[in-house]
């Protein structure tokens, strides 16, 4: 029995400061008080110095840890799966900047609130000296001291009319050591486990048939249904137009600016199904559908440029129409352009 | 060594002042302020552990109410899964109503408590202390029920895994270009951030629930308390580690409500497409936030005998905040309309609709809730010390609040560019009984939660008794306070 543990509970802060400087006189060193309290007493009133403090690194680490989270959902993923936007660039930089912002500042909360934990040995898994009366607006001062110097703190205590004294062989506090590890290794294990399991599945690591309705879904075309006869009152327009019933005339030549145009606004509308170059190569939307034709040009042959504007304004069993999306003169820009698919 | 003071006693037994006069406004000082007001903490303790104990039939009573409300709200949720989104009064045009206005809504309320803990906790502002819990537990589950409402709207709840962040894996939908995605990252992180910084400031509490219960409580609280003792050095780290996530998580809580205003002003969309909408929505959301925290302070201090921690100087306290943010509100409201208004373009002019349209009605309800109830009331202490006043008044605020968020999503989606698209939209009977019903669901998991964790910071109202005292100063007496660094 070389040391003990003394735990001594006072009222007031003015009378801890005294006995903290009377075992100090003692020769006991700072490292060997813990002061304990219910309300936040800054060291100085105690005549102590501050803890140490180390939250820099954990806070920096973990907006570190942030931002290559960001990097890696902004830059590295969207070149894994190429996916183009229109003729957006992959990594469009507003997106980005919010991506980034939001991660860093997730990261730096949960590095600063680790760093809590790992300052403080949180969770604390062995018995540690403690009165419960300290949430009771006491302050307890826990002091260890060889046997002889303890009995003069027991001394200093009494004097200062300490409420309780608890004394007990130090041997009996063991440090936490190798369970304190333990414990946080499990927990990084485990958190790292369920983390992994949705990555493994997201980025094909793990291969799993997602469910997928889309083919299934009943769509209604455009050319279903009663078509409404135009308005009474609604004024004709110039130009090359569809008239219900009727074939839509006035083809637009085939020049350069034309098949440019209807290389743009093919890109627009009809890639996503399609493919650039009407095989479906690189069409996200057309894996979904087999019935599309791998070969745009040859299937376009056997119309003509009537029947295709029609498919094009109006829809073709599954395909929508694209009225909506294409005046007359930009429909028939990518007629055009489909035609130049089979030469 | 110093010499020692003559105090011997514990902070809450201060002798009082020989003059009978002082002794008279000391007094009085301790009924008007909670920090002068000192008590022996283990008398306090049990003040709040016993609201936690000690359950009423009444509370069960109340409970169940809201329980069925609750399960209302699931079984017409089910149906709506089952009927698909048809059956509610959403159509091509305004393909996002009340549940997207609930969205913006209960992320809304869950504003103001992280604000109240956070920045006022850096501001120094003393009357955080009691209310600070009871806040930030607003935000907990205001998000949390927020975060329910992407999933009822999608209506295909079984494709919900299209939502989740990872931009390209499925080649298709959810791409990071989306202002939904940037919205959701948002909500995380201030979910995940509000947690934290709640628990943080949990763990002393914790520590004097385990000391002060026994059985399944104590167990759960020792736990939860991870053998915090209140040493120094704990404390220090404490505050530290408060002072950090405060300042991170305010740019977060501003980022979260401007994400969610992108998800409308993204879109070229008469009535959203503007550049205030972000800041406009921020400060929405802490007037109905704050609006919403003061009719929670109301009905726990009814409900679990509060009154000795919520105050009247805390009401006064939130009234002038309220009252404040009623005025920058009504400053955003006017500079988004103006600008519209005098650009007279047509597009512009058709969400002027709402001046003499059928939206009329809620539109000026509107503004008599959120302008006028409030500036005719608020600036008279009167008003703000006296409960029932405050309650009617917050509940004005949360109509109007309400309400405005439907003008702006159904409102302007009824109006939208191509005429021919122009609808009048009405509220089918799921919507009204998932509004109310997941309102109901807040109640019941708020009433739950004060069952187990304490509404009050204790610690923070010690630390503001311990650190307070009163100063003579000529023939008057007034309340001092210090900090030690």
Same mark, same amino acid.
């Given at each position: 029995?070389?040391?003990?543990?003394?735990?001594?509970?006072?009222?007031?802060?003015?009378?801890?400061?005294?006995?903290?400087?009377?075992?100090?006189?003692?020769?006991?060193?700072?490292?060997?008080?813990?002061?304990?309290?219910?309300?936040?007493?800054?060291?100085?009133?105690?005549?102590?110095?501050?803890?140490? =403090?180390?939250?820099?690194?954990?806070?920096? @680490? +973990? $907006?570190? !840890?942030? /931002?290559?989270?960001?990097?890696?959902?902004?830059? *590295?993923?969207?070149?894994?799966?190429?996916?183009?936007?229109?003729?957006?660039?992959?990594?469009?930089?507003?997106?980005?900047?919010?991506?980034?912002?939001?991660?860093?500042?997730?990261?730096?909360?949960?590095?600063?609130?680790?760093?809590?934990?790992?300052?403080?040995?949180?969770?604390?898994?062995?018995?540690?000296?403690?009165?419960?009366?300290?949430?009771?607006?006491?302050?307890?001062?826990?002091?260890?001291?060889?046997?002889?110097?303890?009995?003069?703190?027991?001394?200093?205590?009494?004097?200062?009319?300490?409420?309780?004294?608890?004394?007990?062989?130090?041997?009996?506090?063991?440090?936490?050591?190798?369970?304190?590890? =333990?414990?946080?290794?499990?927990?990084?294990? @485990? +958190? $790292?486990? !369920?983390? /992994?399991?949705?990555?493994?599945?997201?980025?094909? *690591?793990?291969?799993?048939?997602?469910?997928?309705?889309?083919?299934?879904?009943?769509?209604?075309?455009?050319?279903?249904?009663?078509?409404?006869?135009?308005?009474?009152?609604?004024?004709?327009?110039?130009?090359?137009?569809?008239?219900?019933?009727?074939?839509?005339?006035?083809?637009?030549?085939?020049?350069?600016?034309?098949?440019?145009?209807?290389?743009?606004?093919?890109?627009?509308?009809?890639?996503?199904?399609?493919?650039?170059?009407?095989?479906?190569?690189?069409?996200?939307?057309?894996?979904?559908?087999?019935?599309?034709?791998?070969?745009?040009?040859?299937?376009?042959?056997?119309?003509?440029?009537?029947?295709?504007?029609?498919?094009?304004?109006?829809?073709?069993?599954?395909?929508?129409?694209?009225?909506?999306?294409?005046?007359?003169?930009?429909?028939?820009? *990518?007629?055009?352009?489909?035609?130049?698919?089979?030469? | 060594?110093?010499?020692?003071?003559?105090?011997?006693?514990?902070?809450?037994?201060?002798?009082?002042?020989?003059?009978?006069?002082?002794?008279?406004?000391?007094?009085?000082?301790?009924?008007?302020?909670?920090?002068?007001?000192?008590?022996?903490?283990?008398?306090?303790?049990?003040?709040?552990?016993?609201?936690?104990?000690?359950?009423?039939?009444?509370?069960?009573?109340?409970?169940?109410?809201?329980?069925?409300?609750?399960?209302?709200?699931?079984?017409?949720?089910?149906?709506?899964?089952?009927?698909?989104?048809?059956?509610?009064?959403?159509?091509?045009?305004?393909?996002?109503?009340?549940?997207?206005?609930?969205?913006?809504?209960?992320?809304?309320?869950?504003?103001?408590?992280?604000?109240?803990?956070?920045?006022?906790?850096?501001?120094?502002?003393?009357?955080?202390?009691?209310?600070?819990?009871?806040?930030?537990?607003?935000?907990?589950?205001?998000?949390?029920?927020?975060?329910?409402?992407?999933?009822?709207?999608?209506?295909?709840?079984?494709?919900?895994?299209?939502?989740?962040?990872?931009?390209?894996?499925?080649?298709?939908?959810?791409?990071?270009?989306?202002?939904?995605?940037?919205?959701?990252?948002?909500?995380?992180?201030?979910?995940?951030?509000?947690?934290?910084?709640?628990?943080?400031?949990?763990?002393?509490?914790?520590?004097?629930?385990?000391?002060?219960?026994?059985?399944?409580?104590?167990?759960?609280?020792?736990?939860?308390?991870?053998?915090?003792?209140?040493?120094?050095?704990?404390?220090?780290?404490?505050?530290?580690?408060?002072?950090?996530?405060?300042?991170?998580?305010?740019?977060?809580?501003?980022?979260?409500?401007?994400?969610?205003?992108?998800?409308?002003?993204?879109?070229?969309?008469?009535?959203?497409?503007?550049?205030?909408?972000?800041?406009?929505?921020?400060?929405?959301?802490?007037?109905?936030?704050?609006?919403?925290?003061?009719?929670?302070?109301?009905?726990?201090?009814?409900?679990?005998?509060?009154?000795?921690?919520?105050?009247?100087?805390?009401?006064?306290?939130?009234?002038?905040?309220?009252?404040?943010?009623?005025?920058?509100?009504?400053?955003?409201?006017?500079?988004?309309?103006?600008?519209?208004?005098?650009?007279?373009?047509?597009?512009?002019?058709?969400?002027?609709?709402?001046?003499?349209?059928?939206?009329?009605?809620?539109?000026?309800?509107?503004?008599?809730?959120?302008?006028?109830?409030?500036?005719?009331?608020?600036?008279?202490?009167?008003?703000?010390?006296?409960?029932?006043?405050?309650?009617?008044?917050?509940?004005?605020?949360?109509?109007?609040?309400?309400?405005?968020?439907?003008?702006?999503?159904?409102?302007?989606?009824?109006?939208?560019?191509?005429?021919?698209?122009?609808?009048?939209?009405?509220?089918?009977?799921?919507?009204?009984?998932?509004?109310?019903?997941?309102?109901?669901?807040?109640?019941?998991?708020?009433?739950?939660?004060?069952?187990?964790?304490?509404?009050?910071?204790?610690?923070?109202?010690?630390?503001?008794?311990?650190?307070?005292?009163?100063?003579?100063?000529?023939?008057?007496?007034?309340?001092?306070?210090?900090?030690?660094?």
């Amino acid at each position: 029995m070389a040391e003990l543990m003394l735990l001594g509970l006072f009222d007031n802060v003015e009378t801890t400061a005294d006995v903290l400087d009377e075992v100090r006189v003692l020769g006991v060193k700072d490292e060997q008080i813990t002061v304990m309290s219910n309300v936040p007493y800054a060291a100085k009133i105690f005549g102590r110095k501050p803890a140490r =403090l180390w939250f820099l690194p954990f806070t920096l @680490g +973990g $907006a570190g !840890v942030g /931002a290559l989270l960001a990097f890696f959902i902004t830059f *590295v993923t969207p070149q894994l799966y190429r996916l183009h936007v229109g003729f957006q660039e992959l990594t469009p930089v507003p997106p980005t900047a919010i991506v980034f912002f939001e991660l860093i500042s997730l990261c730096t909360m949960l590095g600063a609130f680790i760093g809590f934990l790992l300052q403080n040995r949180f969770p604390i898994l062995t018995r540690r000296m403690y009165d419960e009366r300290i949430t009771e607006g006491y302050i307890g001062v826990e002091v260890r001291a060889p046997l002889g110097v303890a009995e003069q703190v027991v001394k200093v205590f009494e004097a200062h009319h300490a409420r309780v004294i608890q004394r007990e062989d130090a041997a009996n506090f063991k440090p936490q050591g190798i369970r304190h590890l =333990l414990f946080w290794g499990a927990v990084a294990t @485990g +958190g $790292a486990v !369920v983390l /992994a399991i949705p990555l493994l599945l997201t980025y094909d *690591v793990v291969d799993i048939p997602w469910i997928n309705t889309m083919a299934d879904t009943v769509a209604v075309g455009a050319q279903e249904g009663p078509r409404l006869a135009a308005p009474a009152e609604s004024v004709p327009i110039q130009g090359p137009v569809l008239i219900a019933g009727e074939p839509a005339t006035k083809p637009l030549p085939a020049t350069a600016t034309s098949l440019e145009r209807g290389k743009a606004l093919f890109a627009i509308n009809c890639a996503m199904c399609h493919g650039m170059a009407g095989d479906r190569q690189g069409a996200e939307v057309g894996k979904y559908f087999p019935e599309i034709p791998a070969s745009l040009g040859e299937r376009a042959a056997a119309l003509s440029d009537q029947e295709l504007f029609l498919v094009i304004t109006k829809g073709k069993n599954r395909m929508p129409g694209l009225a909506e999306n294409l005046d007359p003169g930009e429909t028939w820009d *990518v007629v055009n352009y489909v035609r130049s698919l089979s030469q | 060594m110093l010499e020692s003071k003559a105090v011997t006693g514990p902070y809450w037994e201060q002798p009082d002042p020989e003059d009978e006069r002082l002794a008279y406004q000391l007094e009085h000082g301790r009924e008007e302020h909670l920090l002068l007001d000192a008590r022996p903490p283990a008398e306090l303790n049990q003040v709040v552990l016993n609201t936690m104990q000690q359950t009423g039939p009444r509370f069960w009573v109340i409970i169940a109410g809201l329980g069925a409300m609750t399960l209302a709200f699931l079984i017409a949720w089910f149906i709506q899964i089952i009927s698909g989104l048809g059956i509610t009064g959403l159509n091509r045009s305004v393909m996002w109503g009340p549940y997207i206005a609930n969205l913006i809504y209960f992320i809304g309320i869950g504003h103001a408590g992280t604000f109240i803990s956070a920045a006022l906790r850096l501001m120094r502002m003393d009357f955080r202390r009691p209310i600070a819990r009871a806040a930030e537990t607003i935000t907990l589950f205001g998000l949390a029920i927020a975060g329910l409402f992407p999933i009822i709207h999608v209506g295909s709840v079984w494709k919900l895994f299209y939502m989740i962040p990872i931009p390209n894996q499925r080649e298709l939908w959810p791409n990071f270009r989306s202002a939904l995605f940037w919205d959701m990252t948002a909500i995380t992180t201030y979910l995940i951030g509000s947690t934290l910084f709640m628990f943080v400031a949990l763990i002393p509490d914790f520590a004097m629930a385990r000391d002060h219960t026994t059985g399944w409580r104590r167990k759960l609280y020792g736990a939860l308390a991870l053998g915090w003792r209140g040493a120094e050095d704990e404390w220090h780290r404490l505050e530290v580690v408060s002072n950090i996530l405060s300042f991170v998580i305010i740019p977060v809580m501003f980022s979260v409500h401007t994400g969610v205003s992108w998800n409308l002003s993204m879109a070229i969309q008469p009535g959203w497409h503007s550049a205030i909408f972000g800041p406009f929505f921020v400060v929405g959301a802490l007037y109905s936030g704050v609006a919403a925290v003061i009719i929670v302070m109301i009905i726990i201090r009814k409900t679990l005998r509060f009154g000795y921690f919520l105050r009247e100087e805390h009401f006064n306290a939130m009234g002038i905040f309220l009252l404040l943010l009623t005025l920058a509100w009504i400053y955003f409201y006017f500079a988004e309309w103006i600008t519209n208004w005098y650009g007279n373009l047509p597009m512009e002019k058709a969400i002027q609709q709402m001046l003499t349209g059928p939206l009329a009605p809620l539109f000026y309800l509107m503004l008599f809730c959120n302008i006028v109830v409030p500036l005719a009331t608020l600036w008279s202490r009167r008003v703000r010390t006296s409960l029932p006043a405050m309650l009617v008044i917050g509940i004005f605020v949360q109509i109007g609040m309400y309400v405005e968020r439907v003008l702006i999503v159904a409102g302007s989606l009824s109006r939208n560019e191509l005429p021919f698209n122009w609808v009048n939209y009405t509220p089918h009977w799921p919507e009204v009984t998932v509004t109310i019903g997941t309102l109901a669901f807040l109640g019941l998991l708020y009433a739950l939660f004060t069952r187990v964790v304490p509404i009050i910071p204790v610690w923070e109202v010690y630390e503001g008794q311990a650190m307070q005292q009163v100063r003579r100063i000529g023939r008057a007496i007034a309340p001092t306070r210090t900090e030690v660094h």
